[in-house]
């Protein structure tokens, strides 16, 4: 079976979560209609119970990548930001 990913864990771990979402379903067919979102709008959390950032490539506006790539960007052009006390 190809997988298309060269790294075995990757492999290891996609399998993990492909059985986690039979479980789910198996549960309740209706999960994905059903599914509250999640507290950090990571789509992951919200439809598994489980963020994995490391293999997570579906979600291009991702508020978990997007905020990493910002203090990033801030620690890189040495920008503070300083809260107002008003």
């Known amino acids: 079976m190809s997988w298309g990913v060269e790294s075995e864990q990757k492999r290891k771990d996609i399998r ?11 549960e309740n067919p209706n999960h994905v209609n059903e599914v509250s ?3 950090n709008d990571c789509w992951m959390e919200q439809m598994y119970g ?32 300083e809260k107002s006390t008003q």
């Open 16 to 26: 993990e979560l492909m059985d986690i979402a039979t479980k789910i379903m198996m």
């Open 37 to 39: 979102k999640s507290n």
């Open 50 to 81: 489980i963020q994995r950032c490391d293999f997570c490539d579906l979600s291009p506006d991702c508020p978990t990548r997007e905020e990493k790539e910002w203090q990033e960007y801030l620690k890189k052009n040495n920008i503070a930001i």
